[in-house]
């Protein structure tokens, strides 16, 4: 079945730090979402990327899709401590009877270490 | 945004009993909510897809009998845990569809059973 891995798994860094996660799907997919999860709270949609090869950019956060739609990427430019908690990429099931549904990626744990 | 509410944020129950926790879609309607469980420091588990007017489907491996699912309206799920038993304690948390793609989650339910 579809697989979305993500990595690292833990990520620390100082404060003013860059970060990145990596998001690689085993299928190709017609988009891709990303979501933070704070500590204690529940995940939050950030973005969706559609389009082969897209970049879009939230303030220090930049998103990226691949050019195979199979994989993308989230970097974090100046890291601050309100940046903590665990980024999930999501990809949507393929299938006729998966409307709707995610997979979704291990996560990414950052800790921001001020 | 979308708000998606979760009724209990926690509860603490026996072995034995049963559990019910309510997700609502207060400014949207939803045909399609879905069901999440999280462990501590992993991913989201997708359980089961909640129709409005039908039956639930559920995920390989997640029973049935055990988590009762009953979408009565457009802005209500409900997840019955019955008989619950320590190893259900866990984070629940649905979300809903307001569009296609467009996925909101509820603030979570942390379910402990003693």
């Known amino acids: ?73 989230l970097h974090i430019t100046a890291t601050q401590t309100t940046d903590v908690g665990t980024y999930f990429c999501a990809g949507p099931r393929a299938g006729g009877t998966s409307y709707g549904k995610l997979t979704f990626g291990q996560g990414t744990i950052l800790t921001v270490h001020p | 945004g979308a708000v998606v509410s979760q009724h209990p944020s926690w509860v603490i129950c026996k072995s034995g009993t049963s559990v019910k926790i309510e997700c609502r879609s207060l400014d949207f309607q939803a045909t399609t909510m879905f069901w999440y469980r999280q462990f501590p420091k992993q991913s989201l588990m997708l359980m089961a897809t909640s129709n409005e007017g039908s039956k639930a489907t559920y995920e390989q491996g997640v029973e049935k009998d055990k988590f009762l699912i009953n979408h009565a309206s457009l802005t209500l799920s409900t997840l019955t845990v019955t008989s619950a038993h320590p190893e259900d304690s866990s984070f629940y948390i649905c979300s809903a569809i307001r569009v296609v793609n467009e996925q909101f989650f509820g603030p979570g339910t942390r379910l402990t059973v003693l």
């Open chain 1, 1 to 73: 079945g579809q697989q979305v891995m993500q990595i690292p798994q833990y990520q620390h860094v100082q404060e003013g730090e860059d970060f990145t996660t990596y998001c690689n799907s085993s299928t190709t997919l017609s988009n891709i979402q990303w979501y933070k999860q704070r500590p204690g709270g529940h995940p939050v949609f950030l973005i969706q990327l559609v389009k082969s090869g897209e970049v879009k950019k939230q303030k220090r956060l930049t998103f990226q899709f691949g050019e195979a739609k199979k994989n993308s990427s």
